[in-house]
């Protein structure tokens, strides 16, 4: 599999940074990734990020590091760092910058640890692909909690991207039946990532809405609160269990 973000990231960490990265989804346009961004400091992470950041204590796991930003700078607070991604050119970069706690793995391939912090930021639910794969993913995270311990995972509620206005008219039925499918959920988005002319293979990333995050920690023996609202849509969630 080509590891865009990988490739990416070492290019932007050795000054070969000449483009960055293209993604598009099934429902919308190309966009940019600015790779400068993500190796953004504190100072220039939007405030959910820093919330989360702010909230973090003890033992702490870094889920879908990237180029370790949020790992760097709970580090230089003192905090008891571990990062792990799926890419491993992210996780080569994340060496190369200071980190010594860090490994290619995925998230449900880690046993035998427990902390008290696990993050999963930048849209952290889309780890979870799909709505049916929720319960797995939450499963495997409370196995990975210390007691008392806590997630702090960011989403969105992406229903504003599905206006009355582009789901009317005779001429358009097909695209809303893509939009709003009866037997999906909204939120689920199939990606691709292109990077000096290579493209990945399409992938699932979901955005959860609150009340349906909510939901599924419930069903899943977490609590759910909000500890902050962004400014469009967004959200940072807390989720702990009783012991």
């Known amino acids: 599999m ?3 973000i990988g490739s990416a990231l070492l290019d932007y960490y050795h000054g070969n940074h000449t483009e960055d990265i293209v993604t598009e989804t099934n429902i919308t346009e190309e966009d940019v990734m600015p790779l400068p961004y993500l190796f953004r400091s504190y100072a220039e992470m939007p405030p959910i990020e820093q919330k989360a950041l702010d ?21 230089e607070k003192g905090l008891d760092v571990t ?6 050119g992210a996780v080569e970069v994340c060496k190369l910058r200071g980190l010594n706690q860090v490994a290619h793995i995925d998230l449900l391939q880690l046993k035998h640890k427990k902390f008290d912090t696990i993050l999963l930021l930048m849209n952290g639910t889309g780890i979870f692909q799909k709505l049916e794969f929720v319960s797995t993913y939450l499963q495997k995270l409370k196995t990975l909690l210390a007691p008392k311990g806590q997630v702090l995972i960011d989403s969105s ?3 504003y991207m599905f206006s009355s206005a582009s789901l009317s008219g005779s001429d358009i039925v097909e695209d809303a039946h893509v939009l709003h499918p009866k037997d999906g959920y909204y939120g689920e988005l199939e990606f691709t990532m292109t990077y000096k002319g290579k493209k990945s293979d399409p992938f699932y990333w979901v955005y959860l809405d609150a009340t349906t995050f909510k939901k599924e920690c419930r069903k ?4 759910f609160q909000i500890a902050h609202k962004g400014s469009h849509h967004d959200y940072l969630a807390k989720l702990t269990t009783d012991n």
């Open 55 to 75: 909230l973090s204590y003890g033992k702490v796991l870094d889920v879908g590091c990237g180029a370790g930003s949020h790992s760097l700078y709970l580090k």
């Open 83 to 88: 990062a792990i991604d799926t890419s491993r």
């Open 220 to 223: 899943n023996g977490f609590d």
């Open 157 to 159: 509620d992406i229903q």
């Open 2 to 4: 080509t590891d865009i």
